[in-house]
């Protein structure tokens, strides 16, 4: 056979030869485990972490263990109570209902409270944290705790969490939800060059390091604030290996942003059933800006908007008897 017959074959089948030789390799290969950084749970009892936030915060208080981690949970009110669930934002944990959360137990609500994954007690995979992730999260919770159906209240970010598992899981919701300074529909321009910057993939490889959250810890301990809020999410940041990475990608992939499909799905959702949607913002937010209130009505038709003059983004903590009231209201039609 002449030489270059013989390269020919050569460049046919050595082609086939790799590429048998790649899969018989690689498949079946043994799945990655997703790593689970640990919560507040695993500070120490003395840290003052449990001062500001213990894990019985709220009474009813659980833990349930999911496929991505451990999620602290609180149910609070009467057993027999009109159902609702309360979805915190990006960076603070459930604390921020704390003077929300009791008068709608008050007034006879059955409550359920968590923290996402990657904030207070509950555990941070590391992973995507996108919509879907938050969305499967909460229906997890809900079979566990057995709930056939609930209102859904979000704030800032758990707005475009609510949104995403009402359009995912309408048949979890009741015909009521509440948006309180919700994201989900956020311009990139709204956030700032910092914060796109601390968000990136190498900041956030930086801000995991053991050394640099030894330095948050420094300056935690040599600075305490009078703000517990703050402070809490000062710790977080310090002490909790995942938080940092969770509250990174969930500004690149979580539900800030790019959710207007499933607050559309929402509103015809709503146009077919006879729901109903509560909007509640404040005019000084900062955050996401009044201005997204109207595009939330016209992407929900049908939704009622309550607007407080003067309130800041976090406003379930700066005006909780205005919000409480919206709700209740709301909630008791």
Not at 35 to 64: C, M
Not at 318 to 323: F, K, R, T
Request: with cysteine; aromatic share 10%; net charge positive.
């Amino acid at each position: 056979m002449p030489p270059s017959s013989a390269f020919q074959w050569f460049l046919l089948v050595c082609p086939a030869v790799i590429i048998l030789s790649y899969f018989v390799t690689v498949f079946p290969h043994t799945p990655q485990s997703v790593h689970i950084h640990s919560s507040l749970a695993l500070l120490d009892k003395s840290h003052p972490s449990w001062t500001l936030y213990p894990d019985n915060f709220y009474e009813g208080g659980a833990y349930v263990r999911l496929p991505y981690g451990s999620v602290r949970y609180w149910l609070i009110g009467p057993e027999d109570g009109q159902r609702v669930v309360l979805i915190h934002g990006l960076s603070v944990p459930s604390i921020i209902w704390k003077d929300v959360a009791p008068k709608l137990a008050a007034k006879g609500h059955r409550v359920l409270l968590y923290d996402l994954y990657g904030r207070g007690y509950s555990d941070a995979p590391h992973t995507t944290y996108d919509a879907n992730l938050y969305s499967t999260q909460l229906a997890l919770l809900l079979q566990h705790i057995r709930w056939e159906r609930a209102s859904i209240a979000g704030l800032s970010m758990g707005g475009g969490i609510a949104a995403t598992f009402s359009a995912q899981f309408p048949h979890l919701v009741t015909n009521k939800i509440v948006l309180i300074s919700s994201a989900g529909l956020m311009e990139s321009s709204d956030l700032s060059r910092t914060t796109k910057f601390l968000s990136s993939p190498l900041m956030q490889a930086v801000t995991s390091s053991v050394p640099f959250r030894f330095y948050l810890q420094y300056l935690a301990n040599q600075t305490p604030s009078n703000d517990s809020i703050g402070e809490l999410v000062r710790i977080q940041s310090a002490y909790l290996p995942g938080y940092n990475l969770a509250l990174a990608s969930s500004i690149r992939d979580g539900p800030l942003r790019s959710l207007a499909p499933q607050f559309a799905a929402l509103g015809r959702h709503s146009r077919k059933t006879g729901g109903q949607a509560l909007v509640i913002w404040g005019t000084n937010d900062k955050v996401v800006p009044y201005r997204y209130a109207s595009r939330v009505q016209t992407l929900i038709p049908h939704s009622e908007l309550v607007t407080i003059q003067g309130g800041p983004h976090d406003i379930t903590i700066s005006h909780p008897d205005e919000v409480a009231a919206a709700m209740i209201e709301f909630l008791g039609r």
